[in-house]
């Protein structure tokens, strides 16, 4: 039973980490980014009255890179959280969509440099995005020992 709690316990926060991480994307999106990028287009929350948004152009260059590339990996570190925490139980299922998300979010980010899709590509983005699995799958692996070990 106390396991049982446990478990739920640290998926619980799992769940509230990865739900931090995707609002946390689209803050330093909508308070950081103009209003003609397509996460606007997506929500509908363009045209919010009274409201004025930093220009990037007016910001430091590396706030400008945070802004520009820190949203990406935040979601994908979201992604991949909420997809592990969904397949909790199922280790195999769950390194195949965690497979199959991370290359579609590698493939969107690639589309970017042929114009095939709407974007802007940057290599920085594609670093963030390397740099929320490399964190996660450590994270997994911390969890995974601490259930192993003979004190757990």
Same mark, same amino acid.
């Given at each position: 039973?106390?396991?049982?709690?446990?478990?739920?316990?640290?998926? $619980?926060? #799992?769940?509230?980490?990865?739900?931090?991480? &995707?609002?946390?994307?689209?803050?330093? #999106? #909508?308070?950081?980014?103009?209003?003609?990028?397509?996460? #606007?287009? *997506?929500?509908?929350?363009?045209? $919010?009255?009274?409201?004025?948004?930093?220009?990037?152009?007016?910001?430091?260059?590396? &706030?400008?890179?945070?802004?520009?590339?820190?949203?990406?990996?935040? *979601?994908?570190?979201?992604?991949?959280?909420?997809?592990?925490?969904? &397949?909790?139980?199922?280790?195999?299922?769950?390194?195949?969509? &965690?497979?199959?998300?991370?290359?579609?979010? $590698?493939?969107?980010?690639?589309?970017?440099?042929?114009?095939?899709?709407?974007?802007?590509?940057?290599?920085?983005?594609?670093?963030?995005?390397? $740099?929320?699995?490399?964190?996660?799958?450590?994270?997994?692996?911390?969890?995974?020992?601490?259930?192993?070990?003979?004190?757990?």
């Amino acid at each position: 039973m106390r396991a049982a709690v446990g478990y739920q316990k640290e998926r $619980l926060l #799992y769940l509230i980490f990865a739900l931090f991480s &995707l609002c946390s994307g689209c803050a330093v #999106y #909508y308070f950081f980014r103009n209003g003609d990028i397509l996460f #606007y287009g *997506w929500t509908g929350l363009a045209d $919010l009255p009274g409201f004025q948004r930093q220009n990037a152009g007016q910001l430091p260059v590396f &706030l400008a890179w945070l802004t520009g590339s820190l949203p990406d990996g935040l *979601w994908v570190l979201s992604g991949i959280m909420l997809l592990r925490c969904v &397949l909790w139980n199922n280790k195999k299922l769950c390194g195949i969509y &965690l497979f199959v998300f991370c290359f579609f979010a $590698l493939v969107y980010e690639l589309l970017q440099i042929s114009e095939r899709i709407r974007g802007t590509f940057d290599p920085a983005d594609v670093c963030f995005m390397v $740099l929320a699995v490399v964190f996660e799958r450590n994270l997994a692996k911390k969890r995974r020992g601490q259930k192993d070990s003979p004190s757990a």
